[in-house]
């Protein structure tokens, strides 16, 4: 986020672009606030101590949720300043500015998502009735993908279309530019009795809505569409109920993101093993392996595309935790330190999301780090819990051999993860703050701990697990993860006396299924560099 006052700008971010930011910020004259520390005001608190009683602050009403404006305003109002809405500013001064996305959207087809668009809203209603909601309206476009089994090209690698969405008790209604609606798509939407409205008169149409009481999202919601709808019904504030539902696969949903991961584990076994007879000749580089990668990927049946930029960052651009190569940082790789490499596939029938911090030779102080970020990725991995646990309070597990050493990272642990959607999604996480979504069997989540350190390395593991039962226990029902990212982790790096018996027993299960599910589509030589990669250490 920019704040820009007469005399000062700043730019807040979190700890996955410290190193990028103040690399990008030189010469800008913008400050960077690193967010998270206890050093660094909140936005709204240099605000308060930068302006002065009776002045104001524009925003772009569009840009920022309903939580965030509130938020805003109760603390900048008690120093008597001012939250105005005014257009964007953008509009005026941005020259040449690229138009809103216009390619169709198309339909998702029920093989892959398991569920109808009228099972789906009829789920949504029975929920919203719980909430003595007669309404709900979606802005998360995500969610509106998933309920009514659409799909398109409007976000880069996410397959989702702007839109809005309004779900009654009688009838929906989406909210979409008339381009993006081919015949096919027309025909399937009157099919599943969808009401289509153009895009830009969602305001119009929610000022004017006879309803007895909507349901919105404050934290999902910006604060123009919010404040259009009629005073005259109710807004129920709350969660939407399509995240949870969403959340949680259904049978087809699951059997296809095991097929994908195997399609994606064939393509990154091939990668890696180029990869090792490649490095030695000095002439690859951090642009030219994210190519071939994709190339790879591309081979595999149903590949889409990427499900987000290649991370490839060789020794100290591994630190750099969203890194993304240029022609002006782009590293020649050579057979010493370590290459992060983090990636991920949109494939029909599901998304894929993986990190392998990979040793291209020689290792120095690298390997006790790795071998730390292992044991915490092992811990999570190995997590046998209650019914009813939270994210957060499994989060430490991940961190502890982290923390035994002074060490820890600042992103989550684990993400969730869309069924050919989004590849960040919720409502469930890992991470050390609170979230109150407990893990239920069917959520797709990642689990990747890591340590960076400027000016040397970066080191993440990263694979996708899903939650399932682990059966009936003292006083209740206990569930695991399974792991679901099928891909030889790097052996190189590790110390194994830091490793316990029963962490040594885990990497060699895993890489024994690994073989085992991905050698049937090998030729010979693959299978034989896949054999060692995968033996016991």
Not at 48 to 54: A, E, F, I, R, T
Not at 88 to 101: F, G, H, Q, T
């Amino acid at each position: 986020t920019v704040v820009i006052t007469e005399k000062k700008a700043g730019l807040w971010t979190d700890s996955r672009y410290f190193l990028q930011a103040a690399e990008q910020l030189q010469g800008s004259g913008i400050d960077l606030y690193k967010e998270m520390l206890p050093e660094t005001p909140s936005i709204t608190k240099f605000l308060s101590d930068k302006l002065q009683p009776g002045e104001s602050v524009g925003i772009d009403g569009k840009m920022f949720s309903v939580e965030q404006v509130e938020s805003m305003q109760a603390e900048v109002s008690a120093k008597n300043i001012q939250i105005v809405f005014c257009p964007d500013p953008m509009d005026e001064l941005w020259e040449n500015r690229p138009p809103m996305p216009e390619s169709p959207a198309f339909v998702y087809d029920i093989k892959y998502a398991g569920k109808s668009c009228s099972e789906k809203i009829a789920a949504i209603r029975t929920e919203l009735k719980k909430k003595s909601a007669e309404s709900v309206m979606l802005s998360a476009l995500d969610e509106i993908a998933w309920t009514l089994n659409l799909r398109g090209n409007d976000v880069h690698c996410n397959p989702v279309v702007v839109s809005y969405l309004l779900i009654t008790e009688k009838k929906a209604v989406l909210f979409i530019a008339p381009e993006k609606v081919t015949e096919e798509v027309r025909n399937y939407l009157e099919e599943q009795q969808i009401e289509i409205q153009n895009y830009s008169d969602t305001e119009i149409y929610l000022s004017d809505l006879n309803s007895s009481s909507i349901l919105m999202n404050p934290a999902k919601t910006n604060y123009s569409v919010f404040s259009s709808v009629n005073p005259q019904c109710r807004i129920i504030r709350g969660e939407a109920p399509v995240a949870l539902l969403k959340a949680i696969r259904n049978e087809q949903e699951i059997k296809g993101i095991h097929a994908a991961m195997q399609r994606d584990g064939v393509a990154l076994v091939k990668f890696l093993r180029w990869l090792e007879s490649a490095v030695p000749s000095g002439t690859e580089t951090e642009l030219s392996i994210d190519r071939k990668l994709h190339a790879f990927r591309a081979t595999q049946d149903l590949y889409v595309g990427e499900s987000f930029d290649t991370i490839a960052g060789y020794k100290e651009h591994g630190a750099i935790v969203h890194y993304s190569a240029t022609e002006e940082s782009n590293a020649t790789l050579h057979p010493k330190g370590f290459l992060l490499l983090d990636s991920g596939a949109q494939y029909l029938d599901g998304t894929t999301d993986i990190t392998r911090t990979i040793a291209l030779g020689e290792l120095t102080e690298e390997k006790t780090d790795y071998t730390l970020v292992l044991k915490g990725h092992i811990a999570l991995a190995m997590a046998v819990f209650p019914s009813g646990t939270r994210g957060a309070q499994l989060d430490v597990l991940a961190r502890m051999p982290l923390w035994s050493h002074k060490m820890n990272f600042l992103h989550g642990t684990g993400h969730g993860v869309g069924h050919f959607l989004s590849v960040h999604e919720g409502p469930q996480s890992i991470r050390m703050n609170e979230n109150p979504i407990v893990l239920q069997p069917g959520m797709v989540t990642s689990n990747e701990p890591g340590v960076y350190k400027g000016g040397s390395h970066g080191i993440r593991t990263e694979n996708l697990t899903l939650v399932c039962s682990a059966g009936e226990g003292l006083f209740g029902e206990y569930l695991k993860f399974e792991t679901i990212t099928l891909c030889p982790i790097c052996k190189k790096g590790i110390i194994k006396e830091l490793l316990t018996a029963d962490e040594v027993d885990w990497l060699n299960n895993y890489h024994q299924q690994v073989y085992e599910k991905l050698s049937p589509k090998l030729n010979e030589e693959e299978k034989a560099w896949l054999k060692e990669a995968t033996a016991a250490i």
